[in-house]
């Protein structure tokens, strides 16, 4: 599989100022240590001013909020002597290899070879993909294409990738999305179509593409002279189908910014490096040498089951902390579960726990940890996917209304209605759905979102209510007949 290399120079330009930008940033957040912190907690005993928490609350301030919190999350780090590259730290580096392996494995079973054409494609793919989730530009990716005989094979083979994008943020990064269909105006320029699936973020109520698979045709096995040999009729000379596809570390910066909060980020167990964080708690400079050792011994032995049960656990046994700063510590890295194992739990046999999504707490016996734990940490999962996922349906409104449209956005929702998929009247969409209040910011303090909305896909399940040769487009200008319901929303 092509490792990432090819950038094209304009999105190598852009990405470098949106991290130099991002950088002097959190260097000015981290001097400010002054400022009320949110989350988090200050470091007790020792430098009592070394701050960990966010500054400022998702919900008032958003890229600012991203910006501190993928540095003190300890996924990316900036550096200062070469302007414009960071590196992903372990965390971060661990997400992006559980993602591999799974994509990896999967097109495996498709029997897809990685074969090699002239690499003009991905640096165009890339520059095409303009909008970066900040911080995570420029973006490691794969860029694969695969060539086949036929139309047909080329297309299963599409919507097979794109099933696998869709399984990468549903069932890794508990991140629900839409699959459907670019329009014209959004699709892959020179393509022949292009499938994609969308995620939401509510906190904005913006729409971003998840990730894309293009049907190229055959427009550039022609233009490049691509050919393999007709099975069928020996002697002639087929262009092949091609297909693009490829993923990048783009969608980290989608999961960080669905699942965090304000205590800093919130991992989903199935890539969370560490998922769980053990840390023995309620020992006291009264307790005699020996106590201590037994009590740490069993903490060991916690361990040790734990791992046999193949769970990622970890022991925070840093001395001259606080139980108070390690649990903030690891709710700012997202850390699905706290484990706490003190003398009163020894006494009972059990540990406290408490799930860093809801903050719910319990305790769990011993002997019961190898199962209780894995299947907490699927509820975990399954809960954080649960909860986005409804975000996403109650914000996707079915509108039959023009001037429902603007209000609807302004609330944080992404629209579903006729449309013509007609590109003049996409443009046209886009001018007349910009926010008057544009640029203004609003009672609570925030900036009223300005921008128009743009198409985000053709879902592939559509709903009903659509009658083909009578429904018209609900642009009031257009006229049209409509072909579908089109998802539009403000969007990355
Ligand atoms: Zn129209």
Known sequence: MAEPQEQSKSALKKAEKQAKMAAAKAEKAAKTATLPVVGGAAKKGGDSKEIIGITVSKETDFPQWYQELVIKAELVEYYSEISGFYILRPAAMHIWNEIRAWFQERIQDMGVDETSFPMFLSAKSLEKEKEHVEGFAPELAWVTKAAHLTEKLAEEEVLQILELYAGVYEQLLAVPVVRGRKTENE????GYWTSTCEAYIPTNGRGIQGATSHALGQNFSKMFDITVED???KGDKIHVWQNSWGLSTRVIGVMVMLHGDDKGLVLPPR????QAILIPVGITAKMSPEDKDAHMKRVDEIRASLKLAKVRVDVDSREG???GFKFADWEMKGVPLRLEFGPKDAANSVVSYARRDT?????IPIDELATQVPALLQTIQQDLYNKADEAYKSHRLQLTEWEKVVPALDSRNVVLIPFCEEAPCEERIKE???SENGGE??????????MGMKSLCIPFKQPEGLVQGETKCLN?????????WTMFGRSY
């Open 476 to 484: 009031p200008e257009c006229g049209k007949l409509a072909k579908s």
């Open 271 to 274: 890539v969370s490096k560490i």
């Open 359 to 363: 903050g719910a707490k319990g305790t």
């Open 187 to 190: 699709k892959f320029a020179g």
């Open 231 to 233: 099975p069928e009729k």
């Open 321 to 323: 902390y606080t139980p």
């Open 441 to 450: 910011v609003g009672p609570d303090g925030r900036q009223l979102p300005s």
């Open 432 to 434: 007349m759905t910009k």
